[in-house]
């Protein structure tokens, strides 16, 4: 089969799926609302493939929340191989932000920045589509590959090359959500995560002789800087003053959890101790997965341990929001129920539902289940894009001076930019 042939093929498949998701009767309904909040209107026909794509391939739906390809692959039956397997590779394509390093006849080399791996591909579309997109603009796309090729499914965004910070932040907030994505694709550096993971395990372990933490949100940023500190250089210094428990556990809303696009990174990644409420954060060392800072998991905990669980604040919303947040893993989950043999009991009570365990993590925790996903937290510190975004890389930029006539507290963040903390940086000579 040749290049056009192939172009055809998926081309085919992805209007064969944009028609079945308007027509079945589970999920046109769910579609036109979706196509509601974008502004699309889809009484004109089929909406644009760009308007669709996210929903086609990002979408989960019914029970088993199932992702659309699979569910027109359920309905599809008598599918031949080909379009099998172009469906199946669909749903395994990448959404990320890329650089353009060049552009070609019948697509563009790309660099990946949030998994750092360069892509020829074809696109789906003609080339004269991207005239005016040049060399060392940014891109948000999605690639798919099929039996070894590249294929370019779609342009959401482009940016030039003067907001390549903005590229990067956004990447950056991509992994975030998404750390998996850092190593998608690109076993070298999973397995580069991986030995991170397994090495600073046993730093934890040596630092506060177990592997979870209890203490509030006041301190929470403090102690896992301290821990920071001896995973880089072996300096340890006590920290028993930072491990305070609230007065009482309960759970509640967290108005600076309420991010959006604007603020996103920097609430992320500005820490809790700025919070205005205070409540309780478990600092967790997964051996498989990385360092976790977990708001409300001393709460949780303590629903499956007083007598009386219905006195805990809200515990019906704290089982819910561990359930229902994509941040926490299986592994979290599981290790909970491990350590509470009325886990279930509760937690099916609350839910008016008679899961197991397992029935429980696949329902709420399928892509955990299905997928290796390690911590952002941990993947982040192996991100370029994210030491791009912090001025770590310099790319032989000099650093800007600094105001050496005003105090700097060795624990804050060195005014150069570079993300470090003064004492390892500008001021490590002081």
């Known amino acids: 089969m040749n290049i056009q042939e192939r172009l055809d093929s998926i081309n085919a498949v992805i209007k064969n799926i944009a028609e079945f998701i308007q027509v079945h009767k589970d999920i046109k309904d769910d579609f036109n609302e979706y196509l509601k909040t974008i502004g699309q209107n889809s009484k004109n026909g089929i909406p644009l493939q760009s308007a669709c794509f996210s929903y086609i391939l990002e979408r989960n739906l019914g029970e088993d929340l199932k992702s659309i390809p699979e569910l027109y692959l359920e309905n599809n039956k008598q599918l031949d191989k080909e379009t099998k397997e172009i469906v199946e590779a669909l749903e395994n394509s990448i959404s990320s932000v890329f650089e353009i390093k060049r552009i070609t006849k019948t697509g563009f080399d790309l660099l990946n920045i949030v998994n750092e791996r360069r892509y020829m591909v074809t696109s789906l579309m003609k080339m004269t589509t991207f005239r005016g997109v040049g060399a060392g603009e940014f891109i948000i796309a999605r690639i798919v590959e099929i039996n070894g090729d590249h294929f370019l499914l779609e342009i959401s965004g482009i940016l030039p090359e003067k907001r390549k910070t903005d590229a990067y932040r956004f990447a950056v907030a991509k992994i975030i ?127 499956f341990e007083e007598k009386d669980y219905t006195k805990v604040t809200n515990y019906d919303a704290c089982i819910k929001y561990f359930l229902l947040n994509d941040k926490f893993s299986a592994n979290l989950i599981r290790s909970v129920a491990q350590k509470h043999s009325n886990f279930m009991e509760i937690v099916n009570s609350v839910l008016g539902k008679n899961y197991t365990l397992d029935e429980l993590l696949n329902k709420y925790k399928r892509r955990y289940v299905s997928n290796k996903i390690i911590s952002s937290t941990t993947v982040l510190y192996r991100s370029n894009a994210f030491s791009n975004t912090l001025g770590i890389i310099e790319e032989d930029e000099a650093k800007p001076k600094i105001d050496t006539s005003k105090k700097i507290g060795r624990n804050e963040l060195c005014p150069c930019g570079s993300g470090k903390k003064y004492k390892k940086c500008c001021g490590a000579n002081v």
């Open 177 to 303: 959500q998404n750390p998996e994505l850092v190593y998608l694709d690109n076993p070298e550096k999973q397995k580069e995560i991986e030995q991170d993971v397994a090495e600073v395990y046993d730093k934890f372990v040596e630092f506060f002789g177990k592997t979870e933490i209890i203490t509030t949100n006041k301190c929470a940023d403090e102690l896992i800087g301290l821990f920071n500190d001896y995973a880089e250089d072996g300096t340890k210094s006590d920290y028993s003053n930072l491990v305070q428990e609230p007065e009482k556990f309960e759970f509640f809303n967290v108005n600076e959890f309420n991010n959006s696009y604007d603020n996103f990174l920097e609430n992320s990644l500005g820490g809790f101790s700025s919070h205005k409420e205070t409540y309780d954060v478990g600092i967790i060392y997964d051996k498989e997965l990385g360092l976790y800072a977990i708001p409300f998991y001393g709460t949780f905990n303590k629903i």
